[in-house]
């Protein structure tokens, strides 16, 4: 009897440590598998966030300067119609051309460097002497990092173009920096998706590589722009949006 009592006192102990074995196992099991989850939410966390925070740049770099998506950056995302061409290089006679810009009521003195950006200027004289610009309006305004009045856009928003795009950059700033009164080319993310866009530069910006081709300066008015039209801020108050005073172009007259 004594050496049954004993059998059957081992096998409850060997049940109990079986058991006990058993349930540590699971817990083990269970920790693991909340580790793995755990990482691998933090893995997908951290992905969504680069992203994010990769598209956000992008969208503000090559939407706007930013696009062109002035990201902050300048750019255009135009949608081309076969329209027309591109003007050839030749007709900026590799030379400065000066001239005025009206928007709205403001009227801009301008100089084109044909020598540094003949494509460019080529471009933007065979648009203004056909009257492709006059009567669009100046679609974007950015107010924060970047300083810049987009126009040229037939759409209105952004999206649109010439009928055609061209590259490559020309005359593009080596350390960024584009001061006040710089009058350059908007593109998409791709550099040789210039088309009719163009932004100037009211207050001293960064913009970021490969950059946006510099193709002309403001010399007179630019304090007149500031305070008739960029200083009102954008329509629904955020720092990238439509001008909330309307800002339409002109006659651009050059030689």
């Given at each position: ?62 939407l706007g300067p930013g696009a062109p998506k002035p990201s902050p950056s300048a750019s255009a995302s135009p949608t081309p119609t076969p329209t027309r061409t591109v003007a050839p290089k030749s007709l900026s006679e590799n ?161």
């Open positions: 009897m004594a050496n049954r009592s004993a059998r059957e006192k081992a096998e409850r102990e060997a049940r109990k440590r079986a058991r006990s074995y058993s349930i540590r196992q699971q817990v083990h099991e269970l920790r693991g598998r909340r580790r793995r989850r755990d990482d691998v939410v933090a893995v997908i966390a951290f992905v969504l966030i680069v992203g994010l925070a990769t598209t956000a740049q992008v969208g503000f770099f090559t030379r400065t051309w000066t001239g005025t810009m009206a928007i709205d009521s403001v009227k801009l003195g301008v100089s084109l460097n044909g020598k540094k950006a003949p494509q460019a200027v080529a471009n933007f004289i065979d648009l203004a002497e056909t009257g492709f610009y006059t009567g669009l309006t100046c679609h974007r305004l950015t107010t924060a990092v970047i300083y810049v009045l987009q126009c040229g856009d037939p759409n209105g928003d952004g999206s649109g173009g010439p009928g055609y795009t061209f590259g490559p950059l020309e005359n593009v700033p080596k350390d960024g920096v584009y001061p006040a009164g710089t009058i350059a080319m908007a593109r998409g993310t791709a550099t040789d998706s210039q088309g009719s866009q163009f932004f100037i530069v009211y207050k001293d910006s960064k913009l970021p590589a490969p950059g946006y081709t510099v193709f002309g300066t403001v010399t007179s008015g630019l304090s007149a722009l500031k305070s008739t039209i960029t200083s009102k801020g954008t329509a629904n108050g955020s720092t990238d949006g439509k001008p909330k005073v309307t800002a339409t172009l002109g006659p651009i007259l050059v030689k």
